[in-house]
C-alpha cells in the first residue's frame, strides 16, 4: 500500500485525504508507516493482548492482591428468600 498518494480515500480508515497531504487527517495512516492499518494506534502506549492486570497491579503496589468482594450464589439465594419471606408476610398481614 506504499503507492498511495493523494488524494483519493486513505487505505486504513477510508476517509478522504486531501492533495498535497503526507498522512490521514483522521487516523494518522502515512507515507513513512506504508499506509498501514495500525497507524491510528501509534504512540498511544496501548498494552499489548498478553497484559495481565493482576500481574500489573501487584508489581505497582506490591503485596498481594485484596480478595475478591460479593456473594457467592448460595448467599444470594438465601438473601432472595428471606426477601421474598418477608414479602409475602407482610401481603399477608395488609390484606
Known amino acids: 500500500m ?3 498518494k493523494p488524494p483519493g480515500p ?3 480508515c477510508h476517509e478522504p485525504v486531501p492533495a498535497r497531504r503526507t498522512s490521514c ?3 494518522g ?4 508507516d506504508g499506509w498501514s492499518e495500525d ?3 501509534d504512540g498511544l502506549d496501548l498494552p499489548d493482548n498478553s ?3 493482576g500481574q500489573f497491579i501487584q508489581r505497582e503496589f506490591g503485596g498481594t492482591p485484596p480478595p475478591k468482594v460479593g456473594f457467592d450464589r448460595k448467599t444470594l439465594w438465601w438473601a ?3 426477601v421474598l419471606l418477608a414479602a409475602l408476610t ?3 398481614w395488609w390484606h
Open 2 to 4: 506504499a503507492s498511495f
Open 10 to 12: 486513505c487505505p486504513a
Open 39 to 41: 497507524a491510528h494506534a
Open 51 to 53: 497484559f495481565d492486570y
Open 25 to 27: 487527517p483522521h487516523c
Open 80 to 82: 432472595t428468600a428471606v
Open 90 to 92: 407482610a401481603a399477608y
Open 29 to 32: 495512516a502515512s507515507e513513512a
